[in-house]
């Protein structure tokens, strides 16, 4: 089975350590029954290194947690997507990238859905020995190519995608790994491929919280994996407004995003200096 080497592929095992992990507290906010098997045995130690650097060995946090963080993120995302799959005019739905999710393997969305499920071939391949033998409830189609690619989405025409169809657009876990003019590149691709009244679903941060004293913890751990953050916003909206999207960012903690996990407050968005984190939603014009 291929090994995941290098540190972007490595942060889609730490999300499966993290998910899994969460379908095993009584209280989680999904069940994932996959993610332990797609980490496998790296899941505790991924797990145990990102929590050190949320919890103090008193306890007592330094930062929101990364855990409870993420439990919000695939709780929202999954709520936001299993929503708009629902709607008659969405025609299929890309993954990019895809890392280890297995929202096709877990959520009941339409059959007649075309699903893509973009990442490096390394990552694909990987998801595809350890389900080997599993089949997901929506038929989905793999495009093994790397984003920065100059011809990636000649690979997902080629698996089918029809930019003339509404679309929706999962870009999670990606956009603080990308310098600007990258994050800018894979905007404007993305609103070239989707037509009018296309869905895109992003996360990212604030630029405080690239340089925040109270997230070095958790900052240097992915600097010294090799894959540091280094893009923020402070208004995602006009960043996907430059790219023909009309969105909302919503932060955790706000009404929507809480789900009972996210224990600290919110500061109005005219607070300055703050470490934030957004969920972008919104639609193409």
Known sequence: MTDLTTAVERTSLLTAALRAAESARDDRLYDDPYAALLVGDAGPALFGEIRAATFRRDGSRTLPSTPDYNAIRTRFFDDLLTTAAQQPGLAQIVLAPAGMDSRAYRL???????????????????????LEGVAPRTPRRTVPVDLTDPAWEDALAAAGYRPELP?????EGLLYYLPAPDVDRVLERVAALSAPGSTVVADLVNTAALTHPGMSDILEVFAGWGCPWVFGSDEPEELFARHGFAVTATQPGEPGADFGRWLDPVPGRAVTGVPRVFFVHGTRK
């Open 108 to 130: 009941d969305l339409p059959s007649h859905l075309g699903y893509f499920e973009i990442d490096r071939p390394a990552v694909l391949d990987f998801k595809a020995a350890r």
């Open 167 to 171: 679309s929706l657009w999962l870009l």
